[in-house]
């Protein structure tokens, strides 16, 4: 009798249409994550690199070969940045394609193609992020350099970047990222535009929370209820104890 309240109600959260949805949206946050992950592995060791009074010693010509490590590291994170960016473009249109197609959620399409169009499309840091990607992909890393400027303003300053004319040997760059990073001069200051970009593709998603929040209250509602009503059972039949209704809450 026990096993089989037990059965009936992890068997109908496990199959409720609710908790697919639930699985859904968790999905896609996942693929933020890793983008947040890359993200963060990326700027910290920029950030540490070009504030950090005590790195300069890298500039040293007896460390050369260390800075070049170092040069082939920040690579290495920039390629997983962009990837995880990318996935994260990929997996959000299938997501909103599979979960958005009835007609019912004509409205939030359409606002959903108007918030893309109105942040990513003309959005200078995105056409230089996929046509790096692209770079990346069908041509190779490209190569990671530093410079160091002082002025009596700011003092020394330290700075990793990518030179734009190697960039621009490559004849895949669609006509509007090559005029924009022809306007930036020679040098894709990396920290600059991970930063940015990293946070445009953040605020989007932002919304995106928001926006599921509103879609799917009922949904969630009806699953937290369901799951009440287990939780009662579970009690009432003496299956679970305290701590492990708790956990039983938590992991559903």
Known sequence: MKIDIFN???D?????????IIQEID???WSFGILHGNYDQLIKLLTLLEDKPQAISLWDVKRKKDLHIIFEEIGRLLFNYLAAAFMLIDHTRRYVDH???NSQYANFKQEYEKEIALRFV????HQIAQGLRNFIQHRKLPSVGSTITFTQETGLNKAFMVAIPSLLEWDGWSGRARAILLSKGDTLRLREFVQQYF?????????LWVKQVELHKEDVDRLNQLIREAREAFKNAG????????????SV
């Open 8 to 10: 009936y109600y992890t």
């Open 12 to 20: 109908k959260i496990r199959d409720a249409p609710e908790q697919k």
């Open 27 to 29: 999905s896609l946050r």
């Open 99 to 101: 979960m958005y197609s």
């Open 122 to 125: 003309n959005n200078d840091n």
């Open 199 to 207: 946070q445009q593709v953040e605020s989007f998603h932002k919304w």
């Open 239 to 250: 299956l679970l104890t305290e701590h492990e209704l708790k956990e039983f809450e938590t």
